[in-house]
């Protein structure tokens, strides 16, 4: 299964824009690249994803590099409730296999 | 819309005993997914099915049975329950691409 490499932590203000980097070298042309979040003592929610292009929903914006070995996922204005950890997934739909990596805990400061 | 439900959400078992999770989603989704989180760490895949009447092991499936019966439930066993398998447990569903849904967990302790 393809990997993906997160940092462990990072830390934003209030009201600041957040770019949570994720590595992921050994991609495979087939795999989408997701985005899911896990608030404390909640089960992981979606937040984006994408496959070449970037994208933009109401949460996130997803940026991918051109040769798709990375990917950005951007909080434009973090708000206290964005404190969570984060979770970059490559999944590739036929393989039904969704596996969770470590992620990156975001904490937000006011 | 109920999306995925999760019974039950609290359950103290003995070491020995036997007990069944159900997962329950009302999206007509072909996947389904359990996954185990234990204190501080991340979610690890124990089994998923791509269909109804069909499973796969994940990261984790030592201990653990499941079955696909119908395409809204998916359900997973512990025969023989042990110390080891105290976790938040978690079942999702999806399409295969795109958003997974997310039960609000069940969680399980073993004494």
């Known amino acids: 299964d393809a990997k993906t490499t997160q940092p462990n932590s990072m830390e934003s203000n209030e009201e600041e824009p957040v770019h949570l980097p994720c590595n992921h070298s050994t991609i495979s042309g087939t795999d989408y690249i997701h985005w899911y979040r896990q608030l404390p003592s909640q089960g992981p929610e979606y937040v984006i994803h994408g496959l070449t292009s970037n994208v933009n929903n109401r949460m996130a914006s997803l940026a991918i590099a051109e040769d798709r070995k990375s990917s950005t996922l951007i909080l434009h204005r973090a708000t206290l409730r964005d404190a969570a950890v984060y979770y970059c997934?490559?999944?590739?739909?036929?393989?039904?296999?969704?596996?969770f990596g470590k992620g990156t805990k975001l904490s937000v400061k006011p | 819309n109920a999306g995925v439900t999760q019974t039950p959400k609290f359950r103290v078992l003995k070491t020995g005993q036997s007990m069944t999770l159900l997962c329950a989603q009302d999206m007509n989704h072909e996947y389904m997914y359990w996954y185990r989180q234990d204190p501080g760490m991340g979610l690890r895949l124990i089994h998923y099915?791509?269909?109804?009447?069909?499973?796969a092991k994940g990261e984790v499936p030592d201990g653990y049975n499941v079955s696909r019966l119908k395409k809204q439930n998916f359900l997973l066993g512990l025969e023989s329950a042990a110390p080891s398998q105290t976790s938040v447990y978690f079942c999702?569903?999806?399409?295969?691409?795109?958003?997974?849904?997310f039960g609000q967990g069940t969680r399980l302790t073993v004494v």
């Open positions: 999702a569903s999806n399409r295969g691409i795109g958003e997974a849904f």
């Open positions: 997934i490559l999944h590739g739909g036929s393989q039904g296999n969704l596996i």
């Open positions: 099915s791509v269909g109804e009447g069909t499973t």
